[in-house]
């Protein structure tokens, strides 16, 4: 099993109730406030730690080099993740695996595996690859 270690998340406001979103990767929004993930391969800056009730209150995000545990997934038409895989956000601010080059913004790498169609907890490394090369 992977924990995370000896490490700080940053803390931002959040732009509404993100109470039942811990585990999941988050973004800036355009007044710099922390938002899930709303588009499949969205540059998003990590992973929610907390569980901020409302609007301004501090979400805590692990932002990088950390072996954190993330919300995965592998339902409807994506792949199942295998470990090392590139991770992307989904459309609901879960990590599911990116396997084909293009614009998706990789976020880490998968440490454990998700069968195909399944959602679980698992462990990464934040990585902040960026966009897939399409070279």
Request: charged share 10%.
């Amino acid at each position: 099993m992977t924990v995370s270690k000896g490490l700080t998340p940053f803390s931002f406001p959040a732009s509404a109730s993100l109470a039942t979103k811990t585990l999941h990767l988050v973004r800036l929004n355009s007044t710099g406030g922390v938002a899930v993930a709303s588009a499949v391969g969205q540059q998003v800056i990590g992973v929610m730690m907390n569980k901020p009730s409302g609007i301004g209150q501090a979400a805590y995000v692990q932002t990088m080099g950390a072996v954190v545990k993330v919300s995965a997934t592998t339902t409807g038409a994506r792949p199942a993740i295998t470990v090392g895989g590139t991770l992307i956000a989904d459309s609901n601010g879960k990590a599911t695996l990116s396997s084909t080059k293009g614009t998706a913004y990789v976020i880490g790498r998968a440490l454990e595996a998700v069968t195909d169609g399944n959602s679980q907890i698992i462990s990464m490394l934040i990585t902040h690859e960026g966009p897939m090369s399409t070279a």
